[in-house]
């Protein structure tokens, strides 16, 4: 198994930067294909982005497609979601997820779950 901890939420105002940072526990963190998803109030959960086990592929949501850039680091066990020119409709609660077998945009399908960090981005 593995457990995750995000950090780096905040608030921001628009047109800002943050980055968010997963730390990973437990099991070979290499093992793990990592994604993003976020939640905004009253609405489902959504992907935001994604990345391979060895970090050579990358897959990201149409919404945030050349402003966000996922990325990982197998050595510190830490995925990274840097995320720029940030807008209000970004504003959520921001999970990262993992799973061995999966990867990609369904966030039924990743088994291991962070608790969350808050991103508000103000207008």
């Known amino acids: 198994q593995v457990q995750l901890v995000e950090s780096g939420g905040g608030l921001v105002q628009t047109g800002g930067s943050l980055r968010l940072s997963c730390a990973a526990s437990g099991r070979t963190f290499s093992a793990y294909a990592m994604g993003w998803f976020r939640q905004a109030p009253g609405k489902e959960r959504e992907f935001v982005a994604a990345?391979?086990?060895?970090?050579?592929?990358?897959y990201y949501a149409d919404s945030v497609k050349g402003r966000f850039t996922v990325s990982r680091d197998n050595t510190k066990n830490t995925l990274y979601l840097q995320m720029n020119s940030l807008k209000p409709e970004d504003t959520a609660v921001y999970y990262c997820?993992?799973?061995?077998?999966?990867?990609?945009?369904?966030?039924?399908?990743?088994?291991?779950w962070g608790q969350g960090t808050q991103v508000t981005v103000s207008s």
């Open positions: 997820a993992a799973d061995t077998k999966y990867y990609g945009s369904r966030p039924l399908e990743y088994g291991y």
């Open positions: 990345i391979g086990w060895s970090g050579g592929s990358t």
